[in-house]
């Protein structure tokens, strides 16, 4: 059983999956839940695909699969929301 | 090392050519290869991609990882493909982005061990411009830089050290089957695909008549110097080829 998650479902519809750290918007989530990144990157209009050799998540339109997240030693922040 | 009798082989990497939105290094690097094969200047090897150091004080686009390739050829002529890899580079690099190349001609030493160490320390710590310089100078390689903060140096080094371990890094691209996805033999996969070997997560090397149930995305990594498929047992016991996500370590 891989410790990825796709039916988790860890992320509440009305929650912004992301966190406000200091300047930076960090997931809240762990990578590792694909039903949470996918949420985020369905409200988001700032997805651009990662190239695919980086993806994490088979379904395209996710978080762990875009190029403006930015991997941190423990989960990702979103360099776009932290733009604004 | 050398795969064909009489070739010498080099290893080209390259590092920090991309932005968000524009062309991966991984494209490029696979672009530089087949651009020597076409020249004549060599065969050249898939491209691996090796994941670097992820720390806040090392900038890089979307995930920090640099990219490899061999070359082998009988009569190599270093100049003419570094000439060639800078072109491209120069023509395709993102305008924003830091390129860096490292060529390395595996004939002009026999002891890459502090290569090896440089690239291994390049997964776990903050390397600078200056180390990678200096020890490409004490080893023979060429490395130079391309535009922008030219910190690209510091990953194409690493990359050709982490290449040279023979456990490290995924194959770019996909492995092509010949026929459908679905139940395959392991003796059918190393005769009809590029892999050499049959790998769990664990470690343990799949027997020839064991099977495994091949289907998406079916990647690659570079393990005990052979070209390897990794695979995992699913809930209902069958071996299957290892998802993105257990992928990601390696
Ligand atoms: S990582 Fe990409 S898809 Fe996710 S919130 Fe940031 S910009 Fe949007």
Redesign the pocket.
């Known amino acids: 059983m891989s410790e990825f998650s796709i039916g988790a479902g860890l992320c509440p519809d009305e929650e912004d999956a992301?966190v406000l750290q200091g300047e930076r918007w960090i997931f809240r989530y762990p990578a590792t839940d694909l039903i949470a990144s996918r949420k985020?990157?369905q409200a988001?209009n700032?997805?651009?695909a990662d190239d695919e050799d980086e993806w994490l998540d088979d379904t395209e339109l996710s978080?762990v699969n875009?190029a403006?997240?930015r991997w941190l030693r423990d989960g990702?922040m979103?360099?776009?929301?932290s733009a604004d | 090392m050398n795969q064909d009798n009489n070739a010498h082989c080099l290893y080209l990497a390259i590092d920090d050519t991309d932005d968000i939105g524009t062309k991966g290094t991984g494209e490029i690097a696979e672009e530089i290869a087949a651009l020597i094969q076409e020249q004549g200047l060599g065969r050249a090897s898939m491209v691996t991609r090796h994941q670097l150091f992820v720390h806040e004080s090392i900038p890089y686009t979307s995930h920090n990882s640099a990219m490899c390739f061999r070359i082998y050829s009988a009569e190599p002529n270093p100049e003419a493909i570094r000439a060639l890899a800078i072109e491209h580079l120069l023509a395709e690099s993102a305008p924003a982005s830091d390129p860096g190349l490292a060529l390395l001609n595996e004939t002009d030493r026999c002891d890459w061990s502090a290569l090896v160490a440089y690239g291994l320390n390049a997964k776990k710590r903050v390397l600078t411009k200056a180390m990678a310089y200096q020890l490409a100078e004490e080893l023979g390689v060429q490395l130079s830089e391309h535009g922008g903060t030219g910190d690209g140096v510091i990953g194409a080094l690493a990359a050709i050290g982490l290449r040279m371990t023979g456990s490290d890094g995924r194959y770019k691209g996909r492995l092509k089957l010949p026929a459908a996805e679905g139940l395959w033999p392991v003796r059918d996969i190393i005769e009809q695909t590029t892999a050499s070997a049959v790998v769990d997560l664990t470690g343990y090397r799949l027997a020839l008549d064991e099977q495994v149930y091949l289907s998406g995305k079916i990647k690659a990594v570079l393990l005990n110097h052979q070209q390897t498929l990794l695979v995992a047992k699913g809930e209902d016991g069958q071996w299957r080829n290892a998802g993105r996500q257990e992928l990601k370590e390696y």
Do not use: K
């Not at chain 1, 979103?78 to 929301?81: E, G, H, I, K, Y």
């Open positions: 992301f985020a990157a988001c700032g997805f651009v978080c875009c403006r997240r990702f979103c360099l776009f929301r």
